[in-house]
Nanobody, 115 residues
Framework: QVQLVESGGGLVQPGGSLRLSCAAS?????MGWYRQAPGQQRELVAG???????NYPDSVKGRFTISRDNAKNTVYLQMNSLKPEDTAVYYC????????????WGQGTQVTVSS
C-alpha cells in the first residue's frame, strides 16, 4: 500500500503562484494530480512517469509544470498564473498502471484563488 503525503496548498491571488508537493512511501511508476471543484467531477491536472513523460490537459498547459524527484519519490506541481477557476481540492495520485489510472490517492489539499 502506497502512502501519499501532500503539502503546499493555500490561498493565493489571481495571477499568483503555488507549488504543491506529494511524497510517496516508495517508488511507483506514475504520479500526478487531479482536482475537484465543488459540484464538479474530479479532473486530471498533470501526470508524470518515472521516466519523466508528462501529460497535461489544455486548461493548464503553459501555466502548470509537473516534475519528479525519483530519489525522494516526490512529485511537484508548480502552478503559475493562477485563475479563480483553478480553485479546487487537489489530490495527488500514484499508480503502477501504464495508462495512469490512479491506484492510490492522497488526502487532498485545498487551493483557493481569490482576491
Amino acid at each position: 500500500q502506497v502512502q501519499l503525503v501532500e503539502s503546499g496548498g493555500g490561498l493565493v491571488q489571481p495571477g499568483g503562484s503555488l507549488r504543491l508537493s506529494c511524497a510517496a512511501s516508495f517508488s511507483i511508476y506514475a504520479m500526478g494530480w487531479y482536482r475537484q471543484a465543488p459540484g464538479q467531477q474530479r479532473e486530471l491536472v498533470a501526470g508524470i512517469t518515472s521516466g519523466g513523460v508528462t501529460n497535461y490537459p489544455d486548461s493548464v498547459k503553459g501555466r502548470f509544470t509537473i516534475s519528479r524527484d525519483n530519489a525522494k519519490n516526490t512529485v511537484y506541481l508548480q502552478m503559475n498564473s493562477l485563475k479563480p477557476e483553478d480553485t479546487a481540492v487537489y489530490y495527488c495520485y500514484a499508480t503502477y498502471d501504464s495508462n495512469q489510472v490512479p491506484s492510490y490517492w492522497g488526502q487532498g489539499t485545498q487551493v483557493t484563488v481569490s482576491s
